[in-house]
């Protein structure tokens, strides 16, 4: 009893602390209206930065990242922050306190309440691919838990990631818009080489097909004109350079290639995968220049699948093109017939297994179902809608494991075991019976 009176306690804790976060402030009653000038400012909006999953990196590399942002959250004005370390020791606190004693006590649940009642949760991770950091920060709505901004930032070290930080946070809380550093502009002609992307934590066949969709997306965009792969080993071999595609990670490599192909401008990039989390970063570089024109870096959790539509996405956003117009399409089928699902902001029920959606502005977007929870895990996925692009996929929603008591064998041993004991309890009672009937009495009488 004391520990459904704890869990129950802590339950309520987190009831509360989630209605008053997603209720609005009282109205003031009408005889104490306030003054309009009162009434402008905008509430303060709380956050709580979650701990920052490490993906093959040290803890307090990690650790030394999520500090940062709070540091740099907590110090703008409106804003107030809550650290995953003061939720961990608040959520302690009242867990105490109730097993002492004190659960008919408003004052257990008032810490908690407070830290609780956050409106947007931060949360991400921080992965090493190659000889390069990734740091991808992701916003939630804690009162509709939809997932809102998403940014990532590449870094050599911890200090360049840190010196990115308010620019990341900046993007991430809406205050700054992404803006390509290179806009191709209308009437423009680009011709350019895609170097074959660099395969980190995936198949070299897979790095290879993403180059080949990344070159004709490329090719499909007005005003850009892309050599293909062929002509490119066929004008590095000229000049002697057959091993130069394998070295587009060095600046300097990259220029000799642009010079050795007469083109002011080479893509390069790499696809890699960090555990679930697959990144696609290109860059546009000038080679005569020697600089990065623009970089594009796409991460996703979800499966090797979205990879294709994740790059042609990326292609345009390489080129500068507002791809906003060019709405796509959905069409998923799942292994579960009914349940609730959400794709981005829209919560709808799934019918027949089936879900499409039309006229969808190009991007990523997070999906999830929940299906019959005794029967299915909940299953949540990342899905892009590329640019004029229909998305068609089959997905499996996995089954939890059946009981014991509910397997064929649980019922077929039962079976047998009453079989056998009802067989057994029979012969039992027919031995007694036997026994108790055949039996002969014999009766002498005297002379």
């Not at 979650?50 to 990690?62: I, P, R, T």
């Not at 902001?345 to 929940?370: C, D, F, H, I």
Request: charged share 25%; net charge negative.
């Amino acid at each position: 009893m004391r520990g459904e009176r704890v869990g129950g306690m802590l339950v309520l804790c987190f009831l509360t602390a989630a209605l008053t976060a997603a209720e609005p402030a009282a109205a003031p009653e009408p005889a104490a209206a306030p003054e309009p000038a009162a009434a402008a400012p905008t509430a303060a909006r709380k956050l709580l930065v979650d701990k920052l999953d490490a993906v093959d990196v040290d803890e307090a590399f990690a650790k030394s990242l999520e500090e940062a942002i709070v540091l740099d959250i907590g110090k703008r004005e409106g804003f107030t922050v809550v650290t995953s370390a003061e939720m961990t020791a608040t959520v302690q606190h009242a867990q105490t306190s109730v097993e002492l004693g004190c659960a008919d006590s408003a004052e257990c649940v008032i810490e908690v309440q407070k830290k609780l009642a956050v409106d947007t949760l931060v949360a991400g991770k921080i992965a090493k691919m190659g000889d390069e950091y990734i740091l991808s920060l992701n916003t939630v709505d804690v009162n509709n838990s939809v997932v809102g901004k998403r940014t990532n930032v590449q870094g050599a070290d911890l200090n360049d990631i840190k010196g990115k930080i308010k620019e990341t946070v900046d993007k991430l809380l809406g205050f700054a818009k992404e803006k390509p550093m290179f806009t191709l502009k209308d009437g423009e002609q680009l011709k350019l080489a895609v170097m074959p992307l660099s395969a980190r934590g995936v198949e070299i066949a897979t790095a290879d097909a993403l180059t080949s969709i990344l070159s004709s997306q490329l090719n499909q965009i007005k005003g850009i004109s892309v050599i293909s792969q062929d002509d490119i080993k066929a004008m590095l071999a000229k000049v002697s350079m057959d091993s130069a595609v394998e070295c587009t990670d060095s600046m300097q490599c990259v220029v000799e290639i642009g010079a050795s192909l007469g083109l002011s401008k080479l893509v390069t990039g790499s696809v890699g995968r960090v555990k679930d989390t697959f990144v696609i970063s290109i860059q546009l570089i000038d080679t005569r220049r020697a600089e990065v024109e623009n970089r594009v870096l796409e991460s996703f959790a979800g499966d090797a699948e979205e990879l294709k539509n994740a790059v042609k996405l990326a292609a345009y956003q390489l080129a500068g093109i507002d791809y906003t117009g060019k709405p796509g399409s959905i069409a998923i089928t799942f292994n579960v017939s009914e349940g609730d699902l959400q794709f981005g902001p829209a919560k709808e029920k799934l019918v027949n297994s089936q879900y499409t959606a039309e006229n969808l502005v190009p991007g990523r977007y997070n999906l999830r179902v929940m299906a019959d929870q005794d029967d299915y895990f909940p299953y949540q996925t990342d899905i892009y809608v590329a640019p004029g692009t229909a998305n068609v996929r089959n997905l499996t929603v996995l089954e939890r494991p059946t009981p014991w008591y509910k397997t064929w064998w649980f019922w077929t041993v039962t079976g047998v075991v009453i079989a056998g004991a009802a067989t057994a309890t029979g012969v039992v009672l027919g031995l007694k019976k036997t026994e108790l009937g055949t039996g002969t009495v014999k009766i002498e009488t005297g002379n």
